[in-house]
């Protein structure tokens, strides 16, 4: 069975300081990996994702995750966090080309 | 494209009423899911469709909970009767099958949420 796991339900980083969140998959095919950042009280954005093309991927607001199929990983980084960063991030994998199998979530808090 | 509209964007009812919860897909999307999120459990899948066909409800709660999709650009969420455990905010997402794509563009796109407060 397909699966994702977050490393860290919470993750606190000072602003200016590096964001890193981890993702493991679990998949028995080639996956297709996403990052979904959701803001209070609104639906989930894509930042980025991987479908078996480069596997450093870049996304929208300086977002980048690398595909390691060695790790089964497909951790989120940004060199740089900013107060807006500051959501939920959930990690998700392509389930045979079918729904989608979610993450449980990190929550990313940002410090001054 | 609008992107995926989901009405209402809240809604308050009394313990024991039907609510119903609508979602617009992206237009020629072919799968339509339907997720629950609440802080204890996270991000749920109730069911999904596929060319307006459920293909999974395995997610589905109970049978107070149905789900439709009449035609390509409506589907519906029904809870009959309601409870306060029904409380969460429930999302539609839409996405193109992947064998339209080549592989690309075939992530979720999700709505706004609608927050169900059952009191």
């Known amino acids: 069975a397909q699966s994702v796991t977050q490393l860290g339900s919470h993750v606190s980083v000072s602003e200016g300081a590096l964001v890193l969140l981890r993702c493991n998959y679990s998949?028995?095919?080639?996956?297709?990996l996403f990052w979904y950042v959701q803001y209070p009280n609104q639906g989930l954005q894509l930042l980025l994702k991987?479908?078996?093309?480069?596997?450093l991927v870049k996304g929208i607001n300086g977002f980048e995750a690398e595909f390691k199929k060695s790790e089964t990983s497909f951790h989120l980084t940004k060199p740089s966090a900013h107060m807006s960063d500051a959501a939920e991030y959930f990690c998700?994998?392509?389930?045979?080309?079918?729904?989608?199998?979610f993450g449980p979530g990190t929550r990313l808090s940002v410090l001054p | 494209d609008a992107g995926v509209i989901q009405s209402p964007r809240h809604e308050v009812t009394e313990m024991g009423q039907e609510v119903t919860l609508r979602c617009k897909p992206i237009?020629?999307?072919?799968?339509l899911f339907w997720y629950r999120q609440t802080m204890m459990r996270g991000l749920e899948l109730l069911i999904y469709?596929?060319?307006?066909?459920?293909?999974?409800d395995s997610g589905m709660p109970e049978d107070r909970f149905s789900a439709k999709m009449p035609n390509a650009s409506f589907s519906t969420l029904k809870i009959q009767p309601s409870e306060p455990r029904d409380s969460a905010v429930y999302f539609c997402?839409?996405?193109?099958?992947?064998?339209?794509?080549?592989?690309?563009?075939?992530?979720?796109?999700f709505g706004q949420g609608t927050r169900l407060t059952v009191v």
């Open positions: 469709f596929n060319n307006n066909v459920p293909i999974d």
């Open positions: 998700a994998l392509d389930n045979y080309g079918q729904n989608f199998v």
């Open positions: 991987y479908t078996s093309a480069a596997t």
């Open positions: 997402a839409s996405s193109l099958a992947r064998v339209w794509t080549g592989g690309e563009d075939t992530e979720a796109f």
């Open positions: 998949s028995s095919v080639p996956p297709y």
């Open positions: 237009s020629g999307h072919d799968y």
